[in-house]
């Protein structure tokens, strides 16, 4: 896809070029990480405070949360606001007290 002076610019993750380059660190080396996300129907009845701010989702996962919603009968908006805080609340734990390093 060609770009012009009128697209916008690249997000972070457009950025990024994936390769098999010999630095990165071999498969078995690395530890895996236990599944700590909720299922969508454990992310519909929290409504945590919080601040109002934009963010650009890619189109499939915006479809995802919106399925989700309709098939529970609640905001697609909340779904996204309480995966993220179960997330950060997640990285919060596991970081104290330790210094894994994460290959990009």
Do not use: H
């Not at 701010?53 to 609640?74: G, Y």
């Not at 905001?75 to 734990?93: F, G, V």
Request: hydrophobic residues 35%.
């Amino acid at each position: 896809m060609d770009r012009n002076q009128y697209d916008p610019p690249l997000q972070d993750w457009e950025e990024d070029i994936y390769t098999d380059d010999p630095e990165l660190p071999d498969a078995d080396s690395l530890e895996p990480v236990e599944d700590f996300l909720p299922p969508p129907e454990a992310l519909v009845f929290k409504q945590p405070k919080g601040i109002k701010i934009t963010i650009t989702l890619d189109p499939a996962s915006i479809e995802f949360f919106k399925e989700e919603a309709e098939r529970l009968n609640a905001p697609y908006q909340l779904m996204i606001r309480n995966l993220l805080a179960e997330y950060a609340n997640k990285q919060k734990s596991t970081k104290k007290g330790s210094s894994r390093k994460v290959a990009r």
